[in-house]
T-cell receptor, first 112, second 113 residues
């Protein structure tokens, strides 16, 4: 069966510091991968998605970036965090573009 | 782009009662509608989904109905239990937006014993 992992589970970072969140998927190959952000009391906002290694599409312009160095690894990064980057970051995977998306456990990011 | 509205934002029911959550969407080309349950501090879990070629789908106590003409779909939970308490999200996917999932803002369901 397939599993999706996110690391770390929680993170507290100062404003202006860099960020690296990692997502890995097991049990499948060539998945579509997604990064979402969930602000408190709000829905999920799609940030990036990837249909293959090195292929990244950005949905929302911001100071975040994503990379996919390996087939089942998706990384969310920032060079300098803003207060507004605080939130719950969720990674998801699907077999194809029209298939069900399955979410990871999330990373709670607090920027102080 | 696709806009998904979800109501109500909060819902409180007594154990054993039914709960209904409704969503509307704006893009008539949307053809996939999943529902997710999110418990506090966890990632959303898919509970049921429906595609546009079907009007209703059931899985034990959970059912989803879709009205393509009116562009709305609903989640029905029967015989609610305290463990059904969570935030529920609807979403819609359209080829016009690259099949990205557009989510509603969520419904916080509380089932009281």
């Amino acid at each position: 069966s397939q599993t999706i992992h996110q690391w770390p589970a929680t993170l507290v970072q100062p404003v202006g510091s860099p960020l690296s969140l990692e997502c890995t998927v097991e049990g499948t190959s060539n998945p579509n991968l997604y990064w979402y952000r969930q602000a408190a009391g709000r829905g999920l906002q799609l940030l990036f998605y990837s249909v293959g290694i090195g292929q990244i599409s950005s949905e929302v312009p911001q100071n975040l970036s994503a990379s996919r160095p390996q087939d089942r690894q998706f990384i969310l990064s920032s060079k300098k965090l803003l207060l507004s980057d605080s939130g719950f970051y969720l990674c998801a995977w699907s077999r194809g573009t029209t298939d069900t998306q399955y979410f990871g456990p999330g990373t709670r990011l607090t920027v102080l | 782009g696709e806009n998904v509205e979800q109501h109500p934002s909060t819902l409180s029911v007594q154990e054993g009662d039914s709960a209904v959550i409704k969503c509307t969407y704006s893009d008539s080309a949307s053809n996939y509608f999943p529902w997710y349950k999110q418990e506090l501090g966890k990632g959303p879990q898919l509970i049921i989904d429906i595609r546009s070629n079907v009007g209703e789908k059931k899985d034990q106590r959970i059912a989803v109905t879709l009205n393509k003409t009116a562009k709305h779909f609903s989640l029905h939970i029967t015989e609610t239990q305290p463990e059904d308490s969570a935030v529920y999200f609807c979403a819609a996917s359209s080829p016009n937006s690259g099949y990205a999932l557009n989510f509603g803002k969520g419904t916080s369901l509380l089932v009281t014993p």
